[in-house]
Every structure is written in structure tokens, then in C-alpha cells.
């Protein structure tokens, strides 16, 4: 198997390898994606879809994803749903319609004798942190009448440095939080000025004394590549500080500029963001540094050090894909609580509307906040098991397939591999024999665009890109 080297992140940068690189696909965080998703799908349907999956699923672990859409300061990069507010109030009313809707959930699952078998929550944003104690407490107080938060296997919260304190790291340790999550993007001064976001190194390391390390199981830094005024130099800088706060997890994303979607990144200059030529370069770079500083690569955007649950989980190859990224495949059922949220369980999709005045109107109406989602065929759910196989293990067994689904996979997909013999066998981004489709080392780089091969509705005529890829 290829592994990556300086010829081939030279090679990335041709205009033939880097517009693949570049290249519009899914990030397959569901399959079918939000383009394929229907308002058809109603707030009826889902308490249908729910009560006939966990009557039949009692015990079937899931994770809870809760929303929280405010922040202090609008990040001129941010594709979250999100509302800018620092009135007390206003957040206030917004935390007393969030239990409500817990109290609707709790009661509908109660009448029908439902238990929910929680084992992980994410609370994200928004800025979670941007809650005062008191109202944190509630929501924690409100999600403990579901399931209860000592028994969690995780409680990952997603924290903004500039409005959190550590005072208020311990008061979230003590409610049960297990694993913090931070917005880091890039640790360069010039690239936070850009961005609408300063929060300088010094900033998040006194954040991180050994006191408040001790008290959680595992940190997070969120990284983003492509952002204005970055180059190669500075964001190479910017892993050598990451690596020096050694945080468990990194995620790296792209940039997506899209002011056409997101009307807020038309204050970024088009002129200061790096060329499309030399962002695969950027992104190879900080792959190779973050391997050989011992962490594993997760799927495509995210690493591990060895000894953290996700590492393990990909060595063992349980990893799962959900709306929330990659995760250990300990839960792989998820509902949504709060605004814009998503849900995934069983064959069903499903999402909450965005705006907290729909928001509010739903629950006023005691109603849950969905307004479309979709209910998976056989052959959906037989590609998005591939699409998933190849993005979070990069591999295909057929025989696995065959066995689980009673097909034949290669008649079954017999165009798709053709394709895949085509498009990338030559480039050495796959190995592909009788059993196995396997995905290289450097293939790893377009592993998106190798799984889109297994992707029915990107043929549809009726398919929509509904937002940055």
C-alpha cells in the first residue's frame, strides 16, 4: 500500500489531482444527505416512526444531540445554525421552551412505557457555554428526567474559550460533563482578526491548567483549514501549538466559503483565502504532522491519540458515522432535542426546523419542532452501510455484504466497480479484488468522492445541495 510522501503532497497540488480534491461532494454525515429529505415527513410521522422503533428496539443504545443556538460574537466562517444574543432573557426564555420539549418527550415516552436507553449526549451550538450556570443546570436537570446522566458512557459539550471560565469548567464537571470540546479554528492572530474570532493561545492554556484537565476524560479542538489571511507556515504553526496543549481528539474541517448560502461570510475578503491549488497541500501536511505526532486517522477529518475510545474504536473497526462526526458506534441511534437538530434511528431521518420562533411555535402547539425527514428504502440502506464502510473503515468485505443484505455484490454493483476500476484504480487510491474494495493510504484523501461512487441520488434529477460540502 502507497503511503503518503512529499512526491505525492507535490502531486496534490496539480490543477488535475487538487480540482478532485476540491471537488463538490457529501460529507455523508447521513445517506441519502438533507438534499434528498422531504417536507412530506411530518411531526405525525415522526411520533409514529418513534414509538414503532423503540416498542420494537427496547433496549437499543442511543445518543441525545441538544442544541443550544446562541452565541456571543458572530465567527465570519460559521455554517451553525445560530442566533447572536448576550441578553440574560432572551436565553432565559429559550431554556424554559428546550424543557418543555424535554417534558413533551418524557411524556410521550412515558405514556407508551418507553425507556430510552441513553449512553451519550452532545450538547452543541451554538455556544452551550454561553449559558449562565443556572440555566445549564436546568437543561442538565431536564435531561436527567430522561436518563440518567450518571450512567452515561460520554457527555461531550462543545465550549467557546472567550465565554467560559474555569469556574465554570468545574461547575460543568460537576453536572456530569465528561468531555469538552473546543472551537480553536486557527491559533494565528491575523487569521482570528479575519474571522471575527480572537481568542489568542494563551487564552486557551491557562483555560487548560492540570486541575481542569483532571477532571474530564477527554478534550477536543475543533481546526479549520482554508480559512483568510492562512498560509502553509502559519497553519503549520498553528499544529505545533495544538500539539502542545495535546488534546485527545482534533477535528480538521474545510472552509466552506459560501456567501450565496451564508450572506455573513461576504465580510471575508475572496482575495485572502488560500488557492484551490495549495489547500489539498495545506490539509496533506497537517495529516502527515498529526501521524507522526501518534495520533490516528479517523475516518477523514479527524484524529486520535491511541489510548482515546475513538482510536480504539477504529482499530477495531466499530467506528460509526453520524450528524455529530465520528464516533465509537456504542450508539449509533440518535435523537435530536432543541432547534435544527437531527435525528437517525432505525431507517428514519428526520430534522427540527432552525429558527427559534418556529421553534417556539411548535411547542406552543405541543408539537415536536420537526418539519421534514425520510424514511430509508432496502437499497438506501444497503448503500449507506457501503458509503459508511468505506468513509469510517476503508474497506468493503462483499462477502460481509452478501450476508448481511442477501445479495450478490458484484452483480448488484456491478457499474459502480466498473466506475471505481476507471476513476481510481490507475491513481493507486484503491486496491480492489474478488472480496474487497480497499481504499489506500492517499486514496484516504478522496475517500468522500470514492464512496459518492455507491450514491443513487446524486443521479437524481430532484437533488439539491442544501449546504456547504
Request: charged share 25%; glycine share 4%.
Amino acid at each position: 500500500m502507497l503511503m503518503n510522501n512529499k512526491s505525492f503532497i507535490n502531486e496534490i497540488t496539480t490543477k488535475k489531482l487538487s480540482n478532485l480534491f476540491n471537488q463538490s461532494c457529501p460529507y455523508y454525515t447521513s445517506y441519502p444527505t438533507l438534499g434528498m429529505w422531504s417536507d412530506a415527513y411530518t411531526e405525525k410521522t415522526y411520533r409514529q416512526d418513534l414509538e414503532n422503533f423503540f416498542r420494537s428496539k427496547e433496549d437499543v443504545p442511543i445518543a441525545l444531540y441538544v442544541h443550544i443556538p446562541f452565541c456571543a460574537k458572530l465567527c465570519y466562517y460559521c455554517i451553525c445554525s445560530l442566533e447572536i444574543t448576550n441578553n440574560y432573557d432572551r436565553k432565559q426564555k429559550f431554556v424554559d421552551y428546550m424543557l418543555r420539549e424535554i417534558d413533551m418527550l418524557r411524556n410521550f415516552l412515558n405514556e407508551r412505557s418507553i425507556k430510552l436507553n441513553v449512553k451519550e449526549i452532545h450538547l452543541g451550538g451554538g455556544t452551550p457555554s454561553h449559558l449562565e450556570n443556572d440555566q445549564f443546570t436546568a437543561i442538565i436537570e431536564g435531561l436527567n428526567s430522561l436518563t440518567k446522566i450518571e450512567n452515561l458512557s460520554e457527555f461531550a459539550m462543545e465550549i467557546d474559550p472567550r465565554t467560559v471560565t474555569q469556574d465554570k469548567l468545574v461547575h460543568y464537571s460537576k453536572k456530569g460533563v465528561s468531555r469538552i470540546s473546543f472551537g480553536i479554528q486557527d491559533f494565528d492572530i491575523e487569521v482570528q482578526k479575519a474571522i471575527n474570532r480572537v481568542q489568542p493561545f494563551e487564552m486557551v492554556s491557562n483555560l487548560l491548567n492540570k486541575e481542569v484537565r483532571n477532571l474530564f476524560t477527554g478534550f477536543n479542538f475543533d481546526l479549520l483549514y482554508g480559512l483568510p489571511k492562512q498560509t502553509e507556515e502559519t497553519f503549520s504553526k498553528t499544529l505545533e501549538l495544538v500539539n502542545e496543549l495535546s488534546p485527545e481528539r482534533i477535528t480538521l474541517l474545510k472552509y466552506a466559503h459560501t456567501p450565496n448560502l451564508r450572506k455573513h461570510m461576504d465580510l471575508i475578503k475572496e482575495s485572502d483565502l488560500i488557492s484551490d491549488e495549495i489547500l489539498p497541500k495545506v490539509f496533506c501536511n497537517a495529516v502527515e504532522y498529526l501521524i507522526d505526532k501518534n495520533y490516528n486517522w479517523i475516518g477523514l477529518d479527524n484524529f486520535a491519540k491511541k489510548t482515546d475510545t475513538l482510536s480504539l474504536a477504529a482499530d477495531d473497526k466499530t467506528i460509526h458515522r453520524d450528524f455529530n462526526g465520528w464516533n465509537t458506534g456504542k450508539a449509533k441511534h440518535l435523537i435530536g432535542i432543541g432547534p435544527s437538530t437531527t435525528a437517525a434511528f432505525g431507517n428514519t431521518y428526520c430534522q427540527s426546523v432552525s429558527k427559534t420562533k418556529d421553534y417556539y411555535e411548535y411547542i406552543d402547539r405541543n408539537e415536536f419542532p420537526i418539519f421534514r425527514g425520510y424514511k430509508m428504502s432496502d437499497d438506501d440502506v444497503i448503500r449507506r452501510k457501503i458509503i459508511f464502510e468505506l468513509i469510517c473503515n476503508q474497506e468493503v468485505d462483499f462477502n460481509i455484504i452478501n450476508q448481511e443484505f442477501g445479495i450478490n455484490f458484484k452483480k448488484y454493483f456491478i457499474l459502480e466497480i466498473e466506475n471505481l476500476k476507471k476513476e481510481f484504480l490507475d491513481k493507486e487510491f484503491i486496491e480492489l479484488d474478488e472480496n474487497k474494495i480497499l481504499i489506500t493510504h492517499n486514496g484516504r484523501f478522496f475517500s468522500r468522492h470514492i464512496a459518492k461512487n455507491f450514491d443513487q441520488n446524486l443521479k437524481s434529477k430532484t437533488y439539491v445541495m442544501t449546504g456547504p460540502t
